[in-house]
């Protein structure tokens, strides 16, 4: 009914009433012209015509006033289904069986007292019971089609908005990771940068050839971390396959990470017990790395030139356990952004792991269970 509020609508809607109610009445004419009835057939339909308007505005009570006048007349045949069918497409479904069995009965009366064309009265009546039933399941079949496909554009459009929403939520994951990762790898980096800028700061009265070499491994510490962040971002860019350009760190790596701290003159106490660390999953050897990164980072920061104890344990079945152990400092502490430790919780948690950092008897204590199945 929406699709006939306009005027155009509504022109077609009097368009083939009144072409319909015509043709009624012409075919009635030529069977028999001297029909006394003629008259009243042609005022009825006149005013039947009238009240299509009504089928819009008001389908029940319009398609009524017209089932009441097709007890006078066939004329009034054709507007009056036509308001059933419409009653038929609305929600209210005992509205459209009361319009449909109501038509039946107005015609009911209508072939009681008018002739049909020479058919007899009962099968007119069951040809009419038929073309009701037909109007109304063709109606009852329109809504249920229109309400399907509103349910289908609903969730087409629900669709849609969760799409939107797992894109923002991949977006804010993204960004997480470049995060984790531009801390992993960077902050490692520059605390040994400014482990040696330190050192130059204080000691500007040092020979010209330990300047040298410490500016040298400034500048040589620089470019590595600039090649550090371009991995980062090859690496984000990495395909499913994980054929990327830079490989993933491994367990094999983690001595050559303690060789750089005890470069930059921290003392690493270095302990592996690991059964076949070549054969440690990607996801298992890169937490691990990252947790030996963080803790001798979080060393050279917030406790220069204290011991630092690493410990690496475990293997298939049993887990990788990563311990990180050194004394605190008070004073000499380099500043933090205080987001690594959150960063490698979380990067921890995503592999099913558990991550704990505490103080406790002068000590700070970094430990992680990583699971490695078997």
Do not use: C
Not at 170 to 189: G, K, S
Not at 208 to 237: F, K, T, W
Not at 308 to 333: E, I, K, W, Y
Request: no cysteine; proline share 6%.
């Amino acid at each position: 009914m929406n699709g006939i509020r306009n005027g155009w609508g509504l022109a077609v809607l009097l368009g083939g009433s009144g072409l319909l109610i015509v043709a009624t009445l012409v075919g009635r004419w030529s069977n028999d012209p001297t029909d006394p009835l003629l008259r009243l057939d042609i005022a009825v339909g006149v005013l039947a015509w009238l009240l299509t308007p009504l089928l819009v505005w008001w389908p029940v009570r319009g398609t009524a006033a017209l089932t009441v006048l097709a007890m006078l007349s066939p004329a009034v045949t054709p507007p009056a289904t036509m308001g059933a069918l419409q009653v038929a497409r609305r929600p209210n479904r005992a509205a459209a069986i009361a319009v449909s069995v109501g038509g039946i009965g107005a015609h009911a009366v209508q072939g009681a007292w008018r002739q049909n064309g020479g058919m007899s009265y009962g099968w007119w009546l069951a040809l009419v019971t038929v073309a009701y039933g037909a109007l109304l399941g063709w109606g009852l079949w329109a809504r249920a089609r229109e309400a399907l496909i509103r349910t289908l554009e609903e969730r087409a459009q629900r669709a849609e908005a969760e799409q939107g929403r797992r894109v923002a939520e991949a977006r804010m994951l993204e960004r997480r990771r470049i995060a984790r990762e531009m801390h992993d790898v960077l902050a490692h980096r520059l605390s040994l940068l400014a482990t040696f800028a330190g050192a130059m700061e204080f000691r500007p009265d040092a020979p010209p050839e330990q300047m040298s070499r410490a500016a040298g491994v400034v500048r040589s510490g620089v470019h590595q971390a600039l090649d550090e962040l371009r991995e980062v971002i090859n690496l984000l860019r990495e395909d499913d396959t994980g054929n990327g350009v830079h490989p993933q760190p491994v367990l094999a790596d983690v001595p050559r990470l303690v060789a750089e701290s005890r470069a930059a003159g921290t003392e690493v106490l270095l302990r592996e017990a690991v059964d076949e660390p070549a054969e440690a999953p990607p996801t298992v050897a890169r937490t691990a790395y990252r947790v030996v990164q963080e803790g001798l980072t979080n060393a050279r920061k917030h406790a220069a030139g204290q011991t630092v104890r690493v410990t690496v344990s475990g293997g298939p079945g049993a887990g990788l356990d990563v311990d990180v152990r050194n004394r605190l400092a008070v004073a000499g502490t380099l500043p933090s952004g205080g987001a690594g430790l959150a960063g490698l919780t979380e990067r921890v948690h995503l592999a099913g792991g558990t991550l704990d950092h505490q103080q406790t008897e002068g000590e700070f204590r970094l430990h992680a269970s990583i699971p490695w199945p078997a």
